[in-house]
Each structure stands twice: as C-alpha cells, then as structure tokens.
C-alpha cells in the first residue's frame, strides 16, 4: 500500500506563501492522480487541486486559480503546491491524496496523507 506524507505547513501571514509537499513510498494504479485537498474547521473537505504522474496536468479550484501552482517529481515520488498570495479563508489542514482517476471529489481519492496545518493570519 502506498503511504503519502505531508509537509511544509506553518504559520504565515497574509500575502505570503508556502510550499507544501507530498511524498509518496511508491507509485501503483491507484496513484494515477494526485490531489490536494482543505478542511477547515466545521467546514466540508475541499479540492484544491490536482495533477497527474504521467503528463503533468493540472486542475485547480477557482478559489485557488492563479494563486496556487501543482507540480510533480518523478525521482522524488514527491508532489508540491506552492501557495502564493495567501488570505486568511486558506487557513486549513491540507491534505495530499493519491486516486486512479484524475478527478476533483474527495471520494475518487482512495490513498490519504495525515494533513498538515496552514494557519494565515491578517
């Protein structure tokens, strides 16, 4: 079973950026798709964004579009998203999941991170 693990979450303020990253202990099937994904307190888990191994598309939620940039390292079986102009409303734990489709619902992922918390304050 491939395991994915977060990092790169942090404290920032508004305006700023960070980097998260994904790395993953192998590639199968199931990880034909990675995507990000947010939760924030007392709200429903939502798509950030998406990218695929094998030819590097992306998809992005409009909240984030322009803000945010997904890219992949093949040798690193690692994932980033680098978040730019942070606000407030991006304060969430953020969460890498691995699928076999390249889809954007949180069901179509079947492979979770454990999370990492981004805090952005005004």
């Known amino acids: 079973q491939v395991q994915l693990v977060e990092s790169g979450g942090g404290l920032v303020q508004a305006g700023g950026s960070l980097r998260l990253s994904c790395s993953a202990s192998?590639?199968?099937?199931?990880?034909?798709?990675m995507g990000w994904f947010r939760q924030a307190p007392g709200k429903e888990r939502e798509f950030v964004g998406a990218?695929?191994?094998?030819?590097?598309?992306?998809k992005y939620s409009d909240s984030v579009k322009g803000r945010m940039d997904i890219s992949r390292d093949f040798p690193k079986n690692t994932v980033y998203v680098q978040m730019n102009s942070l606000k407030p409303e991006d304060t969430a734990v953020y969460y890498c999941?691995?699928?076999?489709?390249?889809?954007?619902?949180?069901?179509?992922?079947?492979?979770w991170g454990q999370g990492t918390q981004v805090t952005v304050s005004s």
């Open positions: 990218i695929t191994w094998s030819d590097g598309r992306t």
């Open positions: 192998g590639r199968s099937s199931k990880t034909y798709a």
């Open positions: 999941a691995a699928g076999p489709v390249f889809g954007v619902r949180a069901f179509e992922y079947v492979i």
